[in-house]
DNA sequence: CGTGGTGTTGATTACTTTCAAGATGTGTGG
DNA sequence: CCACACATCTTGAAAGTAATCAACACCACG
């Protein structure tokens, strides 16, 4: 765990979904900063996190530097199985994210309760393979996209708790190939930019269309 | 299971080691001739699968027909956890090939057989997340070939039981790429052809510093 | 010894990245 | 509350990489 971490704190979870985990509820939720580290490549794995607020980016890194984000993880979802005995991965808070840490005995039922949440990463990191080996840029964001807005509801409008580079470093693109399709989305209107991180699907059937 | 599969049969298992699950040997093998299918996507799921001989490559299509390949499994190998009441992917035979198929209860302490082995899919997914989002083609064959190499227990020579087309889809090039990779390599000295599907490596530590 | 499927090679095109500059936002301090 | 400053984002032009289109070579099979 990073000496980042500031402060254990209590308070109710901010979603209404039962735990996923039985007596997850009683663990203690800890606070990240922006930008400050959840664990590291090669730390020893041991724990699941619960995100409570906030966003996580899951991540690994090639020596030169170069980034793949394999996941994101908004509130209400749990991480932490990029692990066997030790980490492969880095997780990060993207904003100010509560973390409920999840000391899990290695119980048999506990696996129970454990191999649907990671079956549910892995085809998600499968179907994450096919946008990033078979997709074009536009198709990429606009997949994404409509992964966004499914996870937070199925509404209009969309809140991306992420930058441009998380964007790209997920998608595989740079930030300029990111821009330029954002962009051209807005040109056909098919989506309209409220700020930076918030936008308004205008046509969801054609983004659909466009992610596959 | 498809209508394809001819016979079942019963043999001793072709690799030594012992049975990823506990009386897994007491399964039947299933034969399926090269190119036929194991399971498709929408069929139920439910057994997972361990290969004793041949290769298997598992995909999934978008509309117009671009192929994904998210995994190869060799002999030895379980797959079949890209399931989630239904399956989110095809499974064919990629050679002719037996299959142990394993009709699993799903008792608390089967899952606690199951989870490392979903987690070890789950990791290889995601690492392969990183070599098609963050790497160059040159790159993504080096790694391929080493991956390959070290599943067939590090000799200098490798098999190949897959095609171009099938090496192009996994690794999100055409096979034109494949192929012009293959013969850079040759030309640079790294890698020796034997033959279409075979091949042998010269420069070990060169091949492993381009896949990173 | 054909013949069809697979693989290789070449030329051109298309897409994304890179490099560069400018615009827009955000956060801070006055 | 406004102004400044830094970070983030957008846009443009040029370069690079892989895809596409096309022809030919090579096996494997009947």
Redesign the pocket.
């Known amino acids: 765990m990073s000496a980042q971490q500031i402060a254990n704190i209590e308070l109710p979870t901010q979603h209404g979904a039962s735990p996923v985990l039985d007596g997850a509820h009683l663990q203690p939720v800890s606070f990240f900063p922006a930008g400050t580290e959840i664990y590291a490549q090669g730390e020893k794995a041991g724990p699941l996190y619960q995100v409570e607020f906030g966003a996580v980016r899951v991540y690994r890194l090639l020596a030169d530097g170069r980034r793949q984000i394999s996941a994101f993880h908004m509130a209400g979802e749990t991480f932490g199985f990029e692990a066997d005995a030790m980490h492969h991965f880095f997780a990060e808070a993207i904003n100010a994210t509560g973390v409920r840490v999840l000391r899990i005995a290695p119980a048999a039922d506990m696996s129970r309760q454990l191999l649907p949440l990671a079956l549910k990463g892995m085809i998600r990191a499968q179907e994450h393979l096919l946008v990033l080996g078979r ?6 964001v606009a997949a994404f996209l409509v992964d966004m807005a499914e996870r937070q509801g199925g509404l209009r409008q969309v809140d ?1 708790p ?5 964007i ?1 470093d997920y998608l ?12 051209r989305l ?1 040109d056909k209107g098919v989506i309209r ?1 409220l ?3 918030s936008l308004e699907i205008l046509k969801r059937d054609v983004l659909q269309d466009m992610g596959e």
Do not use: H, P, Y
């Open positions: 997709q074009n840029a536009l198709e990429r991306l992420m930058s441009r580079m998380d790209g595989g693109l740079t930030i300029e190939t990111v821009s330029r399709v954002f962009t807005k930019l700020g930076l991180r």
